[in-house]
């Protein structure tokens, strides 16, 4: 069983930074991408930014240049340091990652999700 937990979320001024962090653990073989997500009110999730398992990032446009996505690779952690934040920021995150797990004999790899922080930045 694995799990993903969120932390770092909260309340900025314009201007400010956060940093959120997601820690997997459980029964981890292997982790490819992790990434974040955010979804606002009334809008659909969309990716933030990921980074795969070599270091290789991307970011959605809107971000790029005020948020930079790193991980630990012997935590099973991905981190989201957002810098400049601007009230459109405000959603819920949620990280994410794509984890192979044994069961038995079996190898499987599915998508697993954190609980969601929220993110809310005052003009």
């Known amino acids: 069983q694995v799990q993903m937990v969120e932390s770092g979320g909260g309340l900025v001024q314009a201007g400010g930074s956060l940093r959120l962090s997601c820690a997997a653990s459980?029964?981890?073989?292997?982790?490819?991408?992790m990434g974040w997500y955010r979804q606002a009110p009334g809008k659909q999730r969309e990716l933030v930014a990921a980074?795969?398992?070599?270091?290789?990032?991307k970011y959605t446009d809107s971000v790029k240049g005020r948020f930079t996505v790193s991980r630990d690779n012997a935590k099973n952690t991905v981190y989201l340091q957002m810098n400049s934040l601007k009230p459109e920021d405000t959603a819920v995150y949620y990280c994410?990652?794509?984890?192979?797990?044994?069961?038995?004999?079996?190898?499987?790899?599915?998508?697993?999700w954190g609980q969601g922080t929220q993110v809310t930045v005052s003009s």
């Open positions: 994410n990652a794509r984890i192979g797990v044994y069961a038995g004999n079996s190898f499987m790899r599915d998508d697993y």
């Open positions: 459980g029964s981890i073989f292997s982790i490819n991408v």
């Open positions: 980074i795969t398992s070599g270091g290789s990032t």
